[in-house]
């Protein structure tokens, strides 16, 4: 028994014996750049690594095939403009979906501020037994129409930031225009 511990040991200090002397001393200089060159560490003022080793895993190169590097090269040629028509109804798309959006967040405000009432809503099930319950509830409340009015606000940002639907009067007026020429 006592040759075999003495053996173990053997092999345990002779495995991490031949593990120290195969890692070289490694040198942090910057953020991801490590060598185990100490000339060139002491060059850049290279810090030395504690602790732990480094594993380096070089990156795969992104190669460019032909399908996309045409469009890119015939678009260089071309504009990029988008028609003036087309770029009005995606405008008034856009107004449509945050006047929507607006209108859904308005819905749900009510809703929030009819249970909340004031800071007293109903009680319900447990909670007239369980009264932290209540007060989490109440506190949810009041945090989610906090939310909800911080949406319709930015929601409101955005519709005056996208431009204004046309007015009626100002296209019917070219049209007015046309037929008084005529």
């Known amino acids: 028994m006592d040759l075999k511990h003495a053996l173990l040991t053997f092999?345990?200090?002779l495995t991490g014996a031949s593990t120290v002397v195969a890692q070289d001393r490694m040198f942090k200089c910057g953020n991801n750049v490590y060598t185990n060159d100490p000339a060139a560490a002491k060059d850049k003022n290279c810090k030395p690594v504690q602790g732990g080793n480094v594993s380096v895993i070089p990156g795969t190169a992104v190669k460019a095939t032909a399908s996309t590097a045409s469009p890119a090269s015939g678009a260089a040629g071309q504009s990029q403009k988008v028609d003036?028509?087309?770029?009005?109804?995606?405008?008034?798309?856009?107004?449509?979906v945050l006047e929507a959006e607006l209108k859904r967040a308005e819905a749900r405000r009510a809703e929030l501020l009819a249970e909340y009432k004031d800071?007293?809503?109903?009680?319900?099930?447990?909670?007239?037994?369980?009264?932290?319950?209540?007060?989490?509830?109440?506190?949810?409340?009041?945090?989610?129409i906090a939310r909800t009015?911080?949406?319709?606000?930015?929601i409101r940002r955005?519709?005056?930031?996208?431009?204004a639907p046309p007015t009626p009067s100002a296209s019917g007026a070219p049209a007015a225009a046309a037929s008084a020429a005529k």
């Open 11 to 13: 092999v345990v200090v």
């Open 149 to 154: 009015e911080s949406d319709i606000a930015g």
């Open 119 to 144: 800071g007293k809503p109903d009680h319900q099930g447990i909670e007239s037994r369980n009264h932290q319950r209540y007060l989490d509830r109440v506190a949810e409340l009041k945090a989610a």
């Open 158 to 163: 955005e519709l005056g930031r996208a431009p």
């Open 84 to 96: 003036t028509n087309d770029q009005r109804a995606r405008d008034a798309d856009a107004r449509g």
